[in-house]
Structures are given as structure tokens and as C-alpha cells.
């Protein structure tokens, strides 16, 4: 039995991750008129919606005319369904036990489950007839990823398998691509010929598979022709397409902090863990309560820059030396008016602000959203910090308390 750690009282916290749903809803709408009418679109929430919060993610991206819904973990997909979301559910990745306690409620749900081994195959069974109900299977073939699914020269046994056993019915036959994001990359056609190749041999062997689906966002964007039946999008659909796009997508979490200390120091002024930085002239220091306990990363460490929201406007300021466990510090410079209280936007859009900012405190988000230098993004930390914006995202925990905006 897990203990809950006691959650700190997010009144009492300035961090926000401010997720607008609005922005899911846009990007889901532009992903899908890059698509075909036929080609349906699953939004893929796993991770907690890539940290967005799942349910809010789902809803927002179902508006936007998803009409499935992907989710890595069991217990994901079955919330999803208690929560009342009508639509085909996916979900791929368990393991026995996991498969003994959930998968029957899941085939009792209706939730599609993903198979990539015999061994699966069986935790399938077992939970459909514990429940008397046909389990809707997706076949994962493993075309060049190595995690889960079937490797080719083994699937065949378990379509038989499949075939042969009344409580499940094969829906789909599917793959995920291992460099879609770098469209030079030919060890995209490479899996592309290993998956046609193995549903070509299955379908002449036990007749047609329904559906087919492997592109992830990267293909989404690059790869029309692999849009098939079903597409996969994650990280564009939170406004981070990984190849370039024409297509008008923006950032749907707006990570925000207020300083809590702003000070001059003089030059020779050393700065956090390593004294990594010395101020070179006089300048003013801010200091943010937020650090990589938050989930900013400590390897971007003095190789980003944050939007400060002051008096006189937006600045954007360099972060300088190690990020520590709480905090971070800002080079504000020496003509800053910045002063403690005011809101930082660690990455995101910089329209987006702390609901008492406009009034209170000066120049708000609609001054800063037209005219302003745009915020950091989770690009930009993902460089400073030698990842991808897909773990930036996801870093930002649940000690940055959400704040859905409606
Ligand atoms: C099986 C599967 N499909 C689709 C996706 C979505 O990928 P992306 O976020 O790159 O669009 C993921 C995420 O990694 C995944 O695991």
C-alpha cells in the first residue's frame, strides 16, 4: 500500500503550470486538416496528457476532432473511460500483474489493448473471458524499435492464436517509428517496407486487418503517405512539432513563477552552487522560487533566458549560474525596475499570465502578447539542457500545482 506524500497547499505556491486548452483544441484542428477525411486522428495523452493534465488534454483534443484517444498505461486509459469519454481508447503497455488487476475492466470497458507478444496475447484472454466480453486487439509489430511488440518472423503464431480464440478479435495492426523526426533518415522507409511486408503476409495468410497506424507527429507533418487509417500525434499537438511545419501550432503549458527577491549587487558578485558566475559590472540580481526539485533542468544551467513581466514591460533576462533544488537567479540588469512580486515566465506563451498580473501590477498579458519579445520555449530549454522538449514538458511536476485556464 503506497503512502500519499502530503501535497503542499498550491494556494501557497507562486509556481503555475498554466495549461490552455484552447491551444490543444487549435493544434488538434490544425493537425487534422493536414489529414485525409478517412484518416482519424488519436490523441495521445499518455504521461498525463505529456505532464498537461490527461483528462483536460483528452477533452480539449476530442473538441478539436480527435476521435481516439492513446494511452501508455492501463490505469490512463481507464480513467479516461470512467470519465466518461466516448471514443475508441488504446492502451499498450503492461505487464502481468498490471494485466491480472486492470485488464478486465479494461476489455469490460471496451478499451482496445495493445498486443506485441504471445505472452500478451494470453493476459488478453484470460482478462476477456473473466468478463465474457470480445477484447478489441491491436497487433504491435516491432519494425526496428526493440521495446515492445512482435518481431515479423513471429507474428503469424500470434494472429493464429488470435484467430483461434473467440474473446478477441483483431482491429489493428500497428508500429511507432524510430527517427520520423529526422525525414532524411531512411530508416523510416525501412520500417515502413518491414511493417507493409508483415501485413501483407498476415492478410494473405488470415484475411484483411482492419486498420493500420504508425505515424507519430513527425510523420503526421512529413509523411502523407503514411497517414493510413489512424494517426498518432503527441508532442504537436501541445504545440512542439519535431520537423517543420507551415501548420499555426502553439504552446499549450505556460510554466510561470514570481520573484521573490530582487537585489543589487556589485561587480565581483558570485552566483549559486560552483560560483559559476560573477557579475562582471553592477547589476540586480532576481531570485525565482523554482528549481529542478520543479522539474527545471540543472543541465541548462546559465544557457537560458526567462521573460520577467515588469512596470515598464516584458524583458527577457538571462538565468546565470547552477540552477539549485528551489531556486534559480535572473541577470536583470542594472536599469531593471523588476521588483519582488512580479511574474516570470520560465517557457511558454508569453499571452499567457497569472490572472491578478494586468490590473495589479502593470502592463499585462495583451500589451506583452502583441508586442512583447515572445517567451522562452520548451525548445529553447531543451537546447540549453541538451534533451528534447518532449522531457521538459513531462519534467514539470506535481509540486508546480496545474491551473487549467477556461
Ligand atoms: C506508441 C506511440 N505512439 C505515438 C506517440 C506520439 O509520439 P509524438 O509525441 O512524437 O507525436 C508516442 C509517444 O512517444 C507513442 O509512444
Known sequence: ???????????YI????????????????????????QTALMAVVKADGYGHGMLATARAALEGGATWLGAAHPAGALALSHAGLDVPILTWMYEPRTAAALLPDLVAAGIDVSVGSMEMLHLVIDA?????????????????????????????????????EDFV??????????????????????????????????????????????????????????????????????????????????????????????????AGTTVG???????????????????????LHRAASGKVSVLVRTAEGDRVVPQVGRISMDQIVLDLGPD?????????????DARIGHESTPAEDGPGPDAAGSDGPAATTAYDWARAAVTIPYEVLTSINARVPREVRP
Open 1 to 11: 500500500m503506497s503512502v500519499p506524500i502530503p501535497a503542499e497547499d498550491p494556494r
Open 336 to 348: 531593471s525596475v523588476a521588483k519582488a512580486g512580479d511574474e516570470v515566465i520560465l517557457f511558454g
Open 128 to 164: 476477456s473471458r473473466s468478463v465474457e466480453r470480445r477484447a478489441r486487439v491491436h497487433l504491435k509489430i516491432d519494425t526496428g524499435m526493440g521495446r515492445n511488440g512482435v518481431l515479423p518472423s513471429q507474428a503469424a503464431p500470434v494472429v493464429q492464436a488470435i484467430r483461434e
Open 14 to 37: 507562486p509556481n503555475r503550470a498554466v495549461v490552455d486548452p484552447s491551444a490543444i483544441t487549435d493544434n488538434v484542428r490544425a493537425l487534422k486538416s493536414a489529414l485525409d477525411e
Open 273 to 295: 552552487y560552483g560560483r559559476l558566475h560573477t557579475a562582471a559590472s553592477t547589476t540586480r540580481l532576481g531570485l525565482v522560487p523554482m528549481g529542478y526539485a520543479d522539474g
Open 169 to 266: 478479435q483483431l482491429v489493428a495492426a500497428w508500429t511507432h517509428l524510430t527517427d520520423a523526426d529526422v525525414p532524411s533518415d531512411p530508416a523510416t522507409d525501412q520500417q515502413v517496407d518491414v511493417f507493409d511486408s508483415t501485413v501483407a503476409a498476415l492478410t494473405e495468410e488470415f484475411g484483411t486487418i482492419p486498420l493500420q497506424h504508425l505515424a507519430n507527429s513527425a510523420a503526421l507533418l512529413s509523411r502523407p503517405d503514411l497517414h493510413r487509417d489512424l494517426v498518432r500525434p503527441g508532442i504537436a499537438m501541445y504545440g512542439y512539432p519535431p520537423v517543420e511545419t507551415d501548420l499555426p501550432l502553439r504552446p499549450a503549458m505556460t510554466v510561470t513563477s514570481r520573484l521573490a527577491l530582487v537585489k543589487e549587487v556589485p
